[in-house]
């Protein structure tokens, strides 16, 4: 089994930055492909980032392509999410997410690991 926990939600201004964390324990850290979702209020979960295994290829929806950088640190077993330019309509609950295949999905549905989500609030 896999926990996630993610932490470095917050509230921001409009233009700010923040950089989540997602610590993995449970599973070699290596073998694991990740995902960022977000969920705001009412809408449904939606992939935000991605990454493979070993950290080379990238993966973005097109709302926070240039923004958004997705990094791992396989020795810490951490994955990040740095967000900069940050709108309110990045606002949601943020969750970590994990799976033991190597592609990466956009979709919820094909990783069955996730965190235990963060806010992050951004105002105008």
């Known amino acids: 089994q896999v926990q996630l926990v993610e932490s470095g939600g917050g509230l921001v201004q409009a233009g700010g930055s923040l950089r989540l964390s997602c610590a993995a324990s449970?599973?070699?850290?290596?073998?694991?492909?990740l995902g960022w979702f977000r969920q705001a209020p009412g809408q449904e979960r939606e992939f935000v980032a991605g990454?493979?295994?070993?950290?080379?290829?990238?993966y973005y929806t097109d709302s926070v392509k240039e923004r958004f950088t997705i990094s791992r640190d396989n020795v810490k077993s951490t994955v990040y999410l740095q967000m900069n330019s940050l709108k309110p309509e990045d606002t949601g609950v943020y969750y970590c997410?994990?799976?033991?295949?190597?592609?990466?999905?956009?979709?919820?549905?094909?990783?069955?690991?996730w965190g235990q989500g963060t806010q992050v609030t951004v105002s105008s």
């Open positions: 997410a994990a799976r033991d295949f190597t592609a990466v999905l956009p979709t919820r549905d094909g990783y069955p690991y």
């Open positions: 990454i493979s295994r070993s950290g080379e290829s990238t």
């Open positions: 449970g599973r070699a850290f290596s073998t694991l492909t």
